[in-house]
């Protein structure tokens, strides 16, 4: 009876153990499995209250290789449950210089980017540039030119500057930034030109200049008491002008023409 009570005790003890390695083997299965299976689908990633991804994150350096940026760096953010979001990039600034985008390496070689995104990683991206050109228009005042206008080349400069042409009493006397109010300045072929731009030409007048005595008869003071004409003839033929001196009524005021 006792070989059959031991017997008895060890086949329960094996089956026993059998049926909870069989179990244990079940559960650990069941975990591994639904550890795939939320790995693969992501499941429970978005919801806060259970923890949530991981946030990762990658500084892009900005590089504006010679002009100015509001900021060299920019910051892309990125979480295990979600796909980041990109990152618009600023447009750096450059005097004489047309923008053209940013690059993952200098010169505009490499890749082209317009947003900053996290798979660039800590990475630098170089801005690049090229040349500007300016359209400089020519304004002949009077006289005529050709070509009306043309654009800059190397150094942000003009070829030449062309010769304008006028009636014989005026000479050409070069091209200002302005017309004649004496704010302009005289410009040559080395100028060097930082936007689109109007020159004006300006002229010597040769003919004959008449001074316009102002006489108030009897009025009060006059300032200026004279001034000198600038359009010679013509002057004298619109105005019926024959003579050396000649008196011009206006109102209650005499003008008198002078040949100079």
Not at 112 to 132: E, P, R
Not at 168 to 192: C, M, N, P, Q
Not at 234 to 242: A, D, E, M, S, V
Request: with cysteine; hydrophobic share 30%.
């Amino acid at each position: 009876m006792g070989y059959i009570t031991i017997l008895k005790n060890k086949i329960f003890k094996e089956n026993f153990f059998m049926y909870y390695n069989n179990i244990r083997n079940k559960a650990i299965l069941k975990a591994v499995g639904t550890t795939i299976f939320a790995a693969m689908f992501c499941i429970g990633c978005g919801d806060k209250s259970t923890g949530g991804g991981e946030t990762t994150y990658s500084t892009i350096t900005l590089d504006p290789d010679g002009g100015t940026v509001d900021s060299s760096r920019v910051t892309v953010t990125k979480s295990s449950d979600r796909i980041s979001e990109a990152v618009p990039l600023p447009t750096p600034t450059r005097g004489g210089y047309t923008f053209r985008g940013w690059y993952t390496a200098k010169g505009g070689h490499g890749d082209k980017f317009t947003v900053a995104a996290w798979h660039l990683g800590d990475d630098t991206l170089y801005a690049h540039w090229t040349l500007a050109h300016y359209r400089i228009t020519f304004d002949a005042h009077g006289g005529e030119v050709t070509p009306a206008y043309d654009t800059t080349g190397d150094g942000w400069k003009l070829t030449s500057l062309p010769t304008p042409t006028r009636d014989a009493y005026h000479d050409f006397g070069g091209w200002y930034t302005s017309l004649i109010d004496g704010t302009g300045e005289k410009v040559d072929a080395d100028r060097k030109y930082d936007a689109n731009t109007t020159l004006y030409a300006h002229w010597i007048y040769t003919g004959v200049h008449y001074t316009i005595t102002f006489d108030v008869n009897g009025g009060g003071k006059v300032d200026p008491a004279t001034e000198e004409t600038d359009a010679g003839e013509y002057f004298r033929t619109c105005l019926g002008l024959k003579g050396t001196a000649t008196s011009l009524s206006v109102g209650s005021r005499r003008k008198q023409a002078v040949q100079k």
